[in-house]
Structure formats: structure tokens, C-alpha cells
């Protein structure tokens, strides 16, 4: 099958990240990663992050409730500022590995997962006096192209937290 043929297939990426990009992005051999802008907090210190995530042409992710392989997670880092609330992740697809004929629970086009999060009580003192937080992104998962299952991976990027 031709590369644009390909390419037509796989579904659209997030708007977001069309545009030039304009904060940290984690690029692996699999897939693209980026915070939609910085993390808005509220005054009772609750906020939520929303992650776009491209798989990579002919690449597919397990599924946040896969079996059998290690599934996509996010977490969000460090815990002196975030402290962990609900993470919502897209329905996945089912996939057939072809080489094998099993069936697995994917995400094969791009997708967004979204964290909502509390900042600890120093944490949201540092946000009213500096407007701005530093956290991290930890991605973790298992990707598979036509023919290989590759080993699994993990990878960070920064992102703010604002008021």
C-alpha cells in the first residue's frame, strides 16, 4: 500500500497539533505527545491536562484496559505539586495482529486522554505567588507496527500549570 494511501487512512490528529508547535512534545519511534497548553487550575486548586497522542503510520498502542501487554498510562509528576485525581482514556479499537490472528484492544489513530488533578497545599501556595508550576507528563506503553511488537516504552515532557 502506497505511503499517501497510508497516510489518508489514519485518522486526523488533534487540532492542536497542527500548528507549529509551541511547548515540549515527546517524540518517540512509535508516537507524538503533547499538552493541549498549559494545565489551567481552578481556586480550589483542581485543574485538568489534556494529552494528544498520534500514533506513528502502521503503529498501534494498547489500549488503557489491554490485556496481555502493557497498556497506555499517564501519570502526572512530581508529587510534591500534583496530586492524582481521574484519567480519562478514549474507547479503544480491536485490533488483529496479523502474524498471529489475535485480537487485542488498541489505539491505532490519534486520540486525547485527559488528567484531573489537585495541586498539594505548598504546591497552590507556589501557584498564587509565582503564577506558574512546572509538572511532568509520564507516558508509559507497549506499541506494535504490521509484523513486530516492539519492547515496552516510557517518556516524559514538562508542561505549566497556570491560575
Same mark, same amino acid.
Given at each position: 500500500?502506497?505511503?499517501?494511501?497510508?497516510?489518508?487512512? #489514519? &485518522?486526523? #490528529?488533534?487540532?492542536?497539533?497542527? #500548528?507549529?508547535?509551541?511547548?515540549?512534545?515527546?517524540?518517540?519511534?512509535?508516537? +507524538?505527545?503533547?499538552?493541549?497548553?498549559?494545565?489551567?487550575?481552578? %481556586?480550589?486548586?483542581?485543574?485538568?491536562?489534556?494529552?494528544?497522542?498520534?500514533? $506513528? %503510520? #502502521?503503529?498501534?498502542?494498547?489500549?488503557?484496559? &489491554?490485556?496481555?501487554?502493557?497498556?497506555?498510562?499517564?501519570?502526572? /509528576?512530581?508529587?510534591?505539586?500534583? /496530586?492524582?485525581? $481521574?484519567?480519562?482514556?478514549?474507547?479503544?479499537?480491536?485490533?488483529?495482529?496479523?502474524? /498471529?490472528?489475535?485480537?487485542? =484492544?488498541?489505539?491505532? $489513530?490519534?486520540? /486525547?486522554?485527559?488528567?484531573?488533578?489537585?495541586?498539594?497545599?505548598?504546591? +497552590?501556595?507556589?501557584?498564587?505567588?509565582?503564577?506558574?508550576?512546572?509538572?511532568?507528563?509520564?507516558? +508509559?506503553?507497549?506499541?506494535?507496527?504490521? =509484523?513486530?511488537?516492539? +519492547?515496552?516504552?516510557?517518556?516524559?515532557?514538562?508542561?505549566?500549570?497556570?491560575?
Amino acid at each position: 500500500m502506497a505511503l499517501t494511501a497510508l497516510l489518508a487512512v #489514519q &485518522a486526523r #490528529q488533534p487540532a492542536f497539533l497542527d #500548528q507549529a508547535s509551541t511547548g515540549p512534545t515527546l517524540e518517540t519511534v512509535h508516537l +507524538r505527545a503533547r499538552a493541549d497548553g498549559p494545565a489551567r487550575v481552578g %481556586v480550589d486548586g483542581r485543574g485538568t491536562v489534556t494529552i494528544a497522542v498520534v500514533p $506513528k %503510520v #502502521q503503529m498501534h498502542v494498547y489500549a488503557a484496559d &489491554a490485556e496481555g501487554y502493557v497498556p497506555f498510562t499517564l501519570k502526572l /509528576t512530581p508529587a510534591a505539586v500534583v /496530586t492524582p485525581g $481521574k484519567v480519562s482514556y478514549p474507547t479503544a479499537e480491536i485490533s488483529v495482529f496479523p502474524p /498471529t490472528g489475535e485480537t487485542s =484492544r488498541v489505539y491505532t $489513530k490519534p486520540f /486525547t486522554v485527559t488528567y484531573t488533578f489537585g495541586l498539594t497545599a505548598g504546591a +497552590r501556595a507556589t501557584l498564587a505567588a509565582t503564577g506558574t508550576l512546572a509538572a511532568t507528563a509520564v507516558l +508509559r506503553y507497549q506499541a506494535c507496527d504490521d =509484523r513486530v511488537c516492539y +519492547r515496552p516504552t516510557s517518556g516524559t515532557f514538562p508542561f505549566d500549570i497556570v491560575r
